[in-house]
């Protein structure tokens, strides 16, 4: 059974910079794309980014463009988002999910939130 596990969430300042990281268990990380994806209580959730495990090729939402990273470990089965210039409508409960493609998501972490916040 595929497991993700999300880390590295809390609270930074306005213009900070976070890392988060998604471990995966239960499966070959090379078969599948990985998406981050972010929501607040009653709004709807909101792609962040996505990149193929095979060959690292990777896709980003327009609000986060040049800000954030997303980046894959093979060996280490785990893929990070690295987030800079933070801002506070960045704040957000942040997820990983992965599936066979940026549009199609099987499985899901439980979330991390971030808190930007000066």
């Known amino acids: 059974q595929v497991q993700l596990v999300e880390s590295g969430g809390g609270l930074v300042q306005p213009g900070g910079s976070l890392r988060l990281s998604c471990a995966a268990s239960?499966?070959?990380?090379?078969?599948?794309?990985f998406g981050w994806f972010r929501q607040l209580p009653g709004k709807e959730r909101e792609g962040v980014s996505c990149?193929?495990?095979?060959?690292?090729?990777?896709y980003y939402g327009d609000s986060v463009k040049g800000r954030f990273t997303t980046s894959r470990d093979i060996v280490k089965n785990t893929v990070y988002l690295q987030m800079s210039s933070l801002k506070a409508e960045d704040t957000a409960v942040y997820y990983c999910?992965?599936?066979?493609?940026?549009?199609?998501?099987?499985?899901w972490g439980k979330g991390t939130l971030v808190t930007v916040s000066s």
């Open positions: 990149i193929s495990s095979r060959d690292g090729t990777t």
């Open positions: 239960g499966y070959t990380l090379n078969y599948y794309v």
């Open positions: 999910a992965t599936g066979p493609s940026c549009n199609v998501m099987n499985y």
